[in-house]
């Protein structure tokens, strides 16, 4: 009996085992797919409150992991307007006012301009794929696709923000489709949803995505891909506070 016992929990161990690696391979064949070397990309971002709706257009060079410049193209108001990630800090240029603000740790959190985004996103310093423990907890269908739906749970060591993330990802594509984010204590905060699936510079993936905040029903920011450009030639020297002022 006791023989069958230990065999029965060495296949359950090995299996779990098994499903974890699953997981976070999974994890990693779809940020891959939406991640390169470098990139060049133009979106529109619509910012839709209860009482008033943005729109903007964007373009945006990146550097992985480190470096990243977006570059407001529209509305005339606001046009020039630039972002600049280098590492763990964040910059605006402000062209009305002739100005360079860095954004200090305090304001780490707060609304990206005016969006469903804080300046931490823009940052993104933790690693889905190393700083959580993956595993599949489910197999389901959302919106006409097979997913695997992978739950992540952050390390012991990890400095992330969430308490778990909820993942679905295409079993076909391995695109993510679903990301829900969810606090220390298990509360759902925001929801990420991917739609209008199209193949850009060769890899198939959402097109268009809406970050939906829990607490405000009703209220989104939507981000759509125009054209995507990924091991666009690109080097460090980019990214600087000069250059802020002088892209267009």
Known sequence: MNKIIFLITGSIIFISSLLAQDAKEIIAKSDELIKSKSSYAEFSMEIIKT????????????????????YVTEPARDKGTVTLKRKKEVWNW???????IKIPPSMMLQSWMGSDFTNDDLVKESSVVNDYTHTVVNEETFNGYKCYVI?????????????KL????????????????????????KTYVGTDIKEMDGRTFPAH??????????????????????NYPVNESFFSEQNMKRIR
């Open 151 to 163: 739950e992540s749970i952050p390390k012991e060591e990890a400095g992330v923000v969430w308490g």
């Open 94 to 100: 402000i062209p009305a006012a002739q100005k360079v």
């Open 166 to 189: 909820l993942t679905w990802i295409s079993k076909d594509y391995y695109f993510q489709m679903k990301v829900e984010f969810y606090d220390e204590d298990e509360f759902l905060i």
């Open 209 to 230: 995505w809406e970050m939906l905040p829990e607490d405000r029903p009703g209220e989104k920011t939507t981000f759509t891909y125009l054209k995507i450009q990924f």
């Open 51 to 70: 009482d008033w709706t943005r729109s903007f257009g964007m373009k945006s060079w990146s550097l992985e992991p480190d470096y990243a410049i977006i």
